[in-house]
């Protein structure tokens, strides 16, 4: 395995980009931004972002765009406080229902998917209306309160000042992390997200592998609300909106870290922090909240374009320096717009 | 050879040089096409033939010191536009035409369609009808390019390609045409050379089969390492010195002995019938290369792909190693023993963005006791099969994109031979890889075959079938017309077959 420093240097980018913003901002605002409440407070929201992306992952990963996520976690927030707050159910019940509703959310995308054969972007668009429309139903537009202290205090506990939903984090990434690269159905998953045919052709069963990887975004997302509703305490209308973008935006800048041209888990959790510590240290530099989606959009578009560009400058350069590409490689009858090697 | 004498038209490049990042690709090429002619220009991957046309198209900057004339005048080597605007057109591998789109359609598309802005059909179509009837193809203006046959498609793309009339070309490259045609379709697509060059046109023909080299070629220019080695009248050189020239050295076996075959019958096909397939019946055995011959349509290119399981079956069982299948899908079809190479090694082949490790061992991965799959002993255990095959490099983190085609091609048939697949299935296995290349692929299947796998494999090329093969099917109209093998077993017979049976 090559570790040159160049390699380290892109592979690692949002590493330094992130000390860069940390320096950036303790000597911008030190007082309210250096602090340890600074840090707990981006740990803990970035919580539910991440849970959310890591079901994002295994979508991506399996070359499925899930824009359902958002809704299947604004709708567990929603049913979750619902459960407990107007009908007194018991948490533990609650947080199964909830993760039922997520896995079953994702088994349709899924089912639509491969099955019915729709696009996962026509799909996932299509069901998060409908997660949307039973969002407003249930919440009547209005706040659920009445969520009982066992359930918002699965939260609170801060185990060496570390946010324990941080620590549910680094739990789940660790579980994906472990299943996406080292994992049999995992290397599958990526198989059929880069190439669904070739896949198929050496024996991928590719429709359980999408089907799999919608489902796994449905629960993650689902969790992500449950985490969501217990920070707040109160189940919030149509509150999963928010996360569209900053989901994607790390899942897609998180292809460009670590595993380069690949979605995967320790380049999403890095870029979230990234993109989290960059928008909190512009909103305590006195930035206005329209400073997240600016910042998000903003850094989505610029990943993309970094990753465009050096996924075409990998793939022109050769192994072992021969110029070894066919003339038949589609770039070659590409208009000369390139410049560079191969 | 009364060729119209032509002021216009031709190519010479002098101390054309090309490196990338200290590396020497090519160094200081010449290349002289005089006008009228049709030459051909050969090279293995690495002699730097690719970049060499890619600085032509303006794909690349030459190094400084490079200078080109077209028709005799000077053009600026490296741009495009100057390529374009000396006359020099070209007619790339995939052909560049929109498939979903009429003949007419891609004749005229991107012209100034005189003043007005409304796209005139008619007129397009007549404009259309007067190119090819100029040029002889008998086509239909308002048929739709993907139901064209291969060489239709190929005629259609080099009528496209100097549709701006015989006067204005300088040079019209084509790269590899005749990757997927068969020897009659190749024919046709000569023809339409010939004829242009009778019209005084300049050609500069890129290929690794060298038989066309002397069919069709009147000189021929050979690049090594990046220098050129050879430019001779084709009447003057034979097959051999031109392999030998090409590779640098001298080819004794260039084709490896036939392993031993055993009278075993591995795979058996009865009455098979599919998309393009009637009622097909044959046996393989043990240690047997069998090859499929045909013309486009005549059911050898759809027989692979029903063997694979990636067409359905309407009709027919297959029995191999014991076990009886009426229908195949790719999962089957591998758990079956059958390992399937497929004509597409980018897009279907192999997943070109994961390493070559990754690629190797998709069908069946590696996972100790638990469920964790660790990539080192993946790495190692990878390793041994890629020398087996003697891929180059042997690096299973490359990725499988940055390897040339026959070294591709050598890790996914590693591949099946790592999940001990008793036939292996191949759609035109040596397609765009060069002479050294494909020397190493043949060797590999001769290996397999020794191992007491059997060997199915489709192609157009015929002079690859007779010295692989030890027995030849010729399909015409979908069935099956002739079992060629032992003296039987010649170019003329396959292509009398062919045609007529």
């Given amino acids: 395995m090559k570790f040159s420093l160049g390699d380290i240097l892109n592979r690692f980018s949002g590493l330094f980009l992130w000390a860069a913003f940390i320096l950036l901002f303790a000597l911008w605002v030190p007082d309210t931004f250096l602090t340890l409440g600074t840090a707990q407070s981006i740990a803990s929201t970035q919580a539910v972002t991440g849970l959310a992306a890591m079901g994002v992952v295994c979508a991506m990963a399996g070359g499925a765009f899930d824009l359902s996520f958002a809704g299947v976690l604004g709708l567990s927030s929603t049913i979750g406080a619902s459960l407990m707050g107007r009908s007194d159910v018991s948490p533990a019940l609650a947080i199964v229902v909830c993760l039922l509703m997520g896995l079953g959310v994702g088994a349709f995308n899924g089912f639509l998917v491969t099955k019915v054969r729709i696009s996962s972007v026509v799909a996932t668009l299509g069901v998060s209306s409908l997660l949307l429309a039973a969002d407003s139903y249930i919440t009547n537009s209005q706040y659920i309160t009445g969520i009982p202290k066992s359930f918002t205090s699965l939260v609170e506990s801060k185990p060496l000042e570390i946010p324990i939903a941080t620590i549910y984090l680094l739990v789940a990434a660790l579980v994906v992390w472990a299943f996406l690269e080292h994992s049999r159905p995992g290397r599958r998953l990526y198989a059929t997200g880069m190439n669904i045919d070739a896949a198929r052709l050496a024996g991928v069963r590719t429709d359980r592998m999408t089907f799999i990887s919608l489902v796994l975004s449905g629960g993650f997302s689902a969790l992500a609300g449950l985490v969501l509703l217990a920070q707040i305490g109160s189940g919030t209308p149509n509150v999963g909106a928010g996360y569209l973008l900053p989901v994607f935006a790390a899942v897609f800048l998180g292809a460009t870290q670590v595993k380069p041209g690949r979605y995967n888990v320790w380049g999403t959790i890095l870029a979230i922090y990234l993109l989290a510590t960059g928008v909190q240290g512009l909103q305590l530099a006195g930035g206005q909240f329209w400073v997240n989606d600016a910042f998000n959009g903003a850094a989505l578009l610029v990943a993309v374009s970094f990753a465009s560009l050096t996924a075409r400058r990998r793939r022109a350069t050769p192994v072992d320096g021969h110029e070894e590409r066919e003339v038949n490689d589609s770039t070659a009858t590409d208009p000369p717009q390139l410049q560079g090697e191969g | ?501």
């Avoid at chain 2, 002098?14 to 160094?27: D, P």
């Avoid at chain 2, 023909?205 to 021929?220: M, P, W």
């Fill in chain 2, 1 to 501: 050879m009364g060729q119209v004498a032509n002021p216009k038209g031709g190519l010479r490049l002098e101390n054309v040089s090309k490196t990338f990042s200290g590396r020497r690709v090519l160094a200081d090429a010449d290349l002289d096409v005089a006008a009228g002619t049709i030459h051909a220009l050969v090279g293995a991957n690495g002699s730097g033939k690719s970049t060499l046309i890619k600085i032509l198209a303006g794909y690349h900057d030459p190094d400084s010191g490079a200078r080109g004339w077209v028709s005799g005048e000077p053009i600026d080597l490296g741009s495009h536009a100057a390529a374009t605007a000396a006359g020099v057109r070209f007619v790339h591998q995939d052909l560049g035409l929109l498939a979903d789109m009429s003949v007419a359609e891609n004749l005229t598309l991107d012209e100034e369609s005189g003043a007005s802005w409304w796209v005139a059909n008619r007129a397009d179509a007549n404009r259309a009808r007067a190119l090819l009837r100029d040029y002889d193809l008998e086509l239909d203006a308002n048929e739709t390019v993907s139901e064209l046959g291969a060489a239709e498609r190929t005629m259609l793309a080099v009528v496209r390609a100097i549709r701006d009339g015989l006067d204005n070309l300088g040079l019209l490259v084509l790269d590899e045409p005749t990757g997927t045609l068969s020897n009659q379709e190749t024919g046709q697509l000569f023809e339409l050379l010939r004829a242009l060059r009778g019209r005084g046109a300049s050609v500069l023909f890129v290929t690794h089969r060298l038989e066309e080299v002397f069919e069709i070629a009147d000189r021929v220019t050979v690049l090594r390492d990046g220098h050129k080695v050879l430019d001779a009248p084709t009447a003057e050189i034979d097959e051999e010195q031109l392999v030998e020239t090409i590779v640098g050295r001298p080819l004794e076996d260039f084709y490896p002995d036939p392993p031993p075959v055993n009278r075993e019958v591995l795979l058996e096909v009865k009455d098979l019938t599919g998309p393009n397939v009637e009622s097909v019946s044959f046996l393989v055995h043990g240690g047997e290369i069998l090859g499929l011959a045909g013309l486009t349509g005549s059911g050898r290119e759809s027989i692979i792909p029903l063997l694979a399981g990636v067409a359905p079956w309407s009709a027919g069982e297959l029995q191999i190693a014991g076990r009886r299948y009426t229908r195949l899908n790719p999962h089957t079809a591998i758990e079956a023993g059958l390992g399937y190479v497929p004509a597409d090694r980018k897009g279907l082949g192999s997943i070109a963005e994961m390493t070559v490790r990754e690629n190797l061992t998709l069908p069946r991965l590696p996972a100790r006791s638990s469920r964790w799959l660790s990539l080192r002993e993946e790495r190692k255990e990878s390793v041994p099969w890629l020398e087996q095959l003697a891929v180059q490099p042997n690096a299973p983190e490359a990725l499988f994109a940055t390897l040339s085609g026959g070294n591709q091609q050598r890790v996914i048939l590693a591949r099946w031979l790592r999940v001990g697949s008793r036939a292996f299935v191949l759609d035109e296995p040596t397609q765009g890889v060069d002479v050294a290349g494909k020397a190493d692929i043949y060797e590999a299947l001769v290996a397999a075959a020794r191992a007491g796998a059997c060997v199915v494999m489709a192609s157009t090329d015929a002079d690859e079938l007779m010295a692989t093969c030890d027995r030849v099917l010729v399909f015409r109209s979908g069935r099956l017309c002739a079992d060629l093998s032992g003296d039987g077993l010649t170019a003329h017979a396959i292509s009398h077959h062919e045609h007529r049976g």
